[in-house]
């Protein structure tokens, strides 16, 4: 047992590079946080609190959660119950449910510092119990933020829950809430000087910081609303998820998330028809992967599908950011069309396929990014006399090389295009950037890039095949990209010459 759960802790841990976890109660405290405080952080959820944001963990004992889980969706990586419960989307794993008695707190207590892992009556201590495992793993001690644990049973479920599965009674409910908040504080007692600093957000006497100061804690005032996605920016930036998603759904969302809450304007993923993009000799060859023998088996696993992309719609419209995808063939264009997307990616990659892309620019009105790596001056001469129908025309300067050696980057080819856009206003510049770090994303901002898109995953995996350039989601360092775009804008400012605020002479010129 101890040994299955610690391979457990291993599997949910190892894509997160935070040493950062939230256990997931359905207080209406949640409300009051913001959703991208979970990105890029473990969560592990009670009962069905995964209706409030995905989790990478959901432990539960009662038998009404497999209801609840199964008429609102599953949004869990793992599942640990004592139920019979199945899955066709994500891993279960069983343990033995210990009920909770008068006679039998104090053993609950000595279990939890057991190495053995069982499901209490009392969940939350079965999550500590898990974040323990994480912390082994890990080699380090973690943070643990209980939210959604506001032992008030008066103020009900936070919004999410706008229904009840539980059959207990309200006297049930709230005797059963009163007596978690004293095994909390028995709890905190007991984890003194450990591995875990658990910290209770909320508004109780006990509560170490409240929803408020969660939200300052992880989201700056400088990436709330006022600064929020969709081209309130001088530069967009687009986070390029390409197929890092490995397409589970739960790897997504995560990913949507935790570009969102580093300030991206847009995500960008892919859409190729497999069976027709590729020969069958293609399809047919050997390829390692956990999805199957062969090359075909990978990358049918990659690609997303109708309801994917819903739902992808539906949390970008949530977020505030735009989505778009690279799509490389006429039957994904058309596939695409049902999402009325704003934006189309032609990449670098189908250069050479002249018959698709005129097939685009011809029937599309809407923008259309394209990238130009691999080409030269005879095909911007094509596209220029091509691409002349729609709104807008993203001429993305990229090198086809990851990563891009400095002196292949070609910034300046960004502030050619940006000459270009003078005389036709629907080009916009744009810069694609395989190179290693900021340094030639800010260059392309000051050339007069109006969108910058970089490569990101999250985490690594052993077989997965991910570009050297792709700035790790798990960690602050897409923030840190941004950031450092946003400071180049500042210090670009505005093209117009005037007298700034900031200046005053140092010699006046003398009247008469």
């Given at each position: 047992?101890?040994?299955d759960?610690?391979?457990?802790?291993?599997?949910?841990?190892?894509?997160?590079?935070?040493?950062?976890?939230?256990?997931?109660?359905?207080?209406?405290?949640?409300?009051?946080?913001?959703p991208?405080?979970?990105?890029?952080?473990?969560?592990?959820?009670?009962?069905?609190?995964?209706r409030?944001?995905?989790?990478?963990?959901?432990?539960?004992h009662?038998?009404?959660?497999?209801?609840?889980?199964?008429?609102?969706?599953?949004?869990s990586?793992?599942?640990?119950?004592?139920?019979?419960?199945?899955?066709?989307?994500?891993?279960?794993?069983?343990a033995p449910?210990?009920?909770?008695?008068q006679?039998?707190?104090d053993?609950?207590?000595?279990?939890f510092?057991?190495?053995?892992?069982?499901?209490?009556?009392?969940?939350?201590?079965?999550?500590?119990?898990?974040?323990?495992y994480?912390?082994?793993?890990?080699?380090?001690?973690?943070?643990?933020?209980?939210?959604?644990?506001?032992?008030s049973?008066?103020?009900?479920?936070?919004?999410?829950?706008?229904?009840?599965?539980?059959?207990?009674?309200?006297?049930?409910?709230?005797?059963?809430?009163?007596?978690?908040?004293?095994?909390l504080?028995?709890?905190?007692?007991?984890?003194?000087?450990?591995?875990?600093?658990?910290?209770?957000?909320g508004?109780?006497a006990?509560?170490?910081?409240?929803?408020?100061?969660?939200?300052d804690?992880?989201?700056?005032?400088?990436?709330?609303d006022?600064?929020?996605?969709g081209?309130?920016?001088?530069?967009?930036?687009?986070?390029?998820l390409?197929?890092?998603?490995?397409?589970?759904?739960?790897?997504?969302?995560?990913?949507?998330?935790?570009?969102?809450?580093?300030?991206?304007?847009f995500?960008?993923?892919?859409k190729?028809?497999v069976?027709t993009?590729?020969?069958?000799?293609?399809?047919?060859?050997?390829?390692?992967s956990?999805?199957?023998?062969?090359?075909?088996?990978y990358?049918?696993?990659?690609?997303l599908?109708?309801d994917?992309?819903?739902?992808?719609?539906?949390?970008?419209k949530e977020?505030?950011v735009?989505?778009?995808?690279?799509?490389?063939d006429?039957?994904?264009?058309?596939?695409m069309?049902?999402?009325?997307?704003?934006?189309?990616?032609?990449?670098?990659?189908?250069?050479?396929?002249?018959?698709y892309?005129?097939y685009?620019?011809?029937?599309?009105?809407?923008?259309?990014?394209?990238?130009?790596?691999m080409?030269?001056?005879?095909?911007?001469?094509?596209v220029?006399?091509?691409?002349?129908?729609?709104?807008?025309?993203?001429?993305?300067?990229?090198?086809?090389?990851?990563?891009?050696?400095?002196?292949?980057c070609?910034?300046a080819?960004?502030r050619?295009?940006?000459?270009l856009?003078k005389?036709?206003?629907?080009?916009?510049p744009?810069?694609?950037s395989?190179d290693?770090?900021?340094?030639?994303?800010?260059l392309?901002?000051?050339?007069?890039?109006?969108?910058?898109?970089?490569?990101?995953?999250?985490?690594?995996t052993?077989?997965?095949?991910f570009?050297?350039?792709?700035?790790?989601?798990?960690?602050?360092?897409?923030?840190e990209y941004?950031?450092?775009?946003r400071?180049a804008?500042?210090?670009?400012?505005?093209?117009?010459k005037?007298?700034?605020?900031?200046?005053?002479?140092?010699?006046?010129?003398?009247?008469?």
């Amino acid at each position: 047992m101890t040994e299955d759960f610690s391979r457990l802790a291993e599997d949910i841990a190892s894509i997160y590079a935070t040493d950062t976890i939230f256990i997931l109660g359905k207080g209406p405290s949640v409300d009051e946080i913001r959703p991208e405080v979970f990105s890029g952080s473990l969560v592990i959820g009670l009962n069905d609190a995964e209706r409030i944001a995905p989790a990478d963990a959901t432990i539960f004992h009662g038998a009404w959660v497999k209801r609840a889980l199964r008429e609102n969706g599953e949004k869990s990586r793992v599942y640990i119950t004592s139920t019979d419960f199945s899955s066709d989307k994500a891993k279960v794993v069983r343990a033995p449910f210990m009920p909770l008695s008068q006679d039998t707190s104090d053993l609950m207590m000595q279990r939890f510092l057991s190495p053995e892992f069982t499901i209490e009556e009392i969940l939350f201590i079965s999550a500590l119990k898990l974040a323990r495992y994480v912390a082994e793993y890990r080699g380090r001690p973690q943070t643990v933020y209980m939210v959604g644990f506001d032992f008030s049973p008066s103020t009900g479920y936070a919004h999410a829950i706008s229904e009840d599965f539980a059959p207990d009674s309200a006297a049930e409910k709230a005797a059963k809430i009163s007596i978690q908040e004293f095994f909390l504080l028995n709890t905190l007692y007991v984890l003194r000087n450990s591995d875990l600093d658990v910290v209770h957000v909320g508004n109780r006497a006990f509560s170490q910081i409240s929803t408020s100061e969660l939200n300052d804690r992880f989201v700056p005032h400088s990436r709330r609303d006022g600064d929020a996605a969709g081209g309130r920016h001088l530069v967009g930036v687009t986070a390029e998820l390409t197929t890092n998603h490995f397409g589970d759904r739960h790897r997504l969302e995560r990913m949507i998330r935790a570009a969102a809450a580093a300030g991206a304007d847009f995500v960008k993923l892919q859409k190729r028809d497999v069976d027709t993009f590729y020969s069958q000799d293609q399809l047919k060859s050997a390829y390692v992967s956990p999805f199957g023998k062969t090359f075909g088996d990978y990358r049918h696993a990659l690609e997303l599908s109708r309801d994917d992309f819903a739902f992808v719609d539906q949390l970008c419209k949530e977020l505030g950011v735009t989505w778009f995808a690279s799509i490389l063939d006429q039957p994904s264009f058309e596939f695409m069309l049902q999402f009325d997307p704003e934006l189309v990616k032609l990449p670098s990659t189908i250069s050479e396929h002249t018959d698709y892309l005129s097939y685009v620019a011809s029937s599309y009105r809407k923008g259309i990014v394209l990238s130009t790596g691999m080409t030269d001056l005879a095909f911007e001469k094509w596209v220029l006399e091509t691409f002349t129908r729609m709104e807008t025309l993203y001429l993305m300067q990229a090198n086809s090389a990851y990563p891009t050696p400095q002196q292949d980057c070609q910034v300046a080819v960004v502030r050619h295009y940006h000459d270009l856009s003078k005389s036709d206003p629907r080009i916009v510049p744009a810069y694609s950037s395989h190179d290693f770090g900021w340094l030639g994303s800010a260059l392309a901002a000051a050339a007069g890039a109006r969108m910058i898109e970089k490569h990101v995953k999250l985490g690594n995996t052993e077989w997965a095949h991910f570009d050297a350039v792709a700035v790790d989601l798990t960690t602050p360092a897409f923030k840190e990209y941004i950031d450092k775009i946003r400071e180049a804008e500042l210090i670009i400012g505005s093209e117009e010459k005037k007298v700034n605020s900031s200046e005053h002479h140092k010699y006046f010129r003398k009247s008469g």
